[in-house]
């Protein structure tokens, strides 16, 4: 019993870091928030795909800081949208069904506090694997549209 807990600790420590890559981002200083939040909304739907869900971190965070003892805004603005792509999620659980923790796929974006402040997109690299860096090329592809550097 003892051999299995230490076996299991090693490879949940492993598989953190497995996976703890740094994100790819962009930073974009030429346009406003809301021109690569459209940006980024319209090249989703452009890759013929649906925007599952939209999740507006940085306003949740700002409504609840006073409930978290906070008086810190983090965000200017910040918010993730995930989508799917039937096609690649597909292809990606045929090739292991733990793929699904992948599923939806998200992209981020959001700009720190300060007028000056640069927008970051980005999101969170894929294992190499064929089915996931296919998925991998699709959110950089996604991400590059929306701040128009295709």
């Known amino acids: 019993m003892r051999l299995h807990f230490l ?3 090693f490879a949940c420590c492993f598989s953190t ?9 962009y930073s974009v200083s030429d346009q ?7 940006g980024l909304e319209n090249a989703i739907i452009d890759h013929g795909l649906v925007i ?13 800081k006073q409930q978290t003892n906070s ?3 983090v965000y200017q603005e910040a918010d993730v949208l995930g989508f799917c792509s039937a096609p ?5 659980m045929l090739e292991d069904p733990m793929n699904i923790r992948f599923c939806p796929y998200n992209i981020f974006m959001f700009q720190e506090v ?7 997109i980005g999101y969170n690299p894929l294992p190499e694997t064929e089915a996931l860096q296919d998925v991998q090329s699709l959110l950089d592809s996604i991400t590059r549209a929306a701040i128009g550097i295709e």
């Open 71 to 73: 008086d810190v805004t």
């Open 7 to 9: 076996n299991l600790t």
């Open 52 to 64: 599952s869900n939209h999740n507006h971190v940085g306003t949740m965070l700002e409504r609840t």
């Open 88 to 92: 690649l999620s597909r292809a990606a």
């Open 114 to 120: 300060g007028s000056e402040a640069p927008v970051i």
């Open 17 to 25: 870091l497995a996976f703890a890559d740094s994100p790819v981002t």
């Open 32 to 38: 406003s928030y809301d021109d690569v939040l459209f």
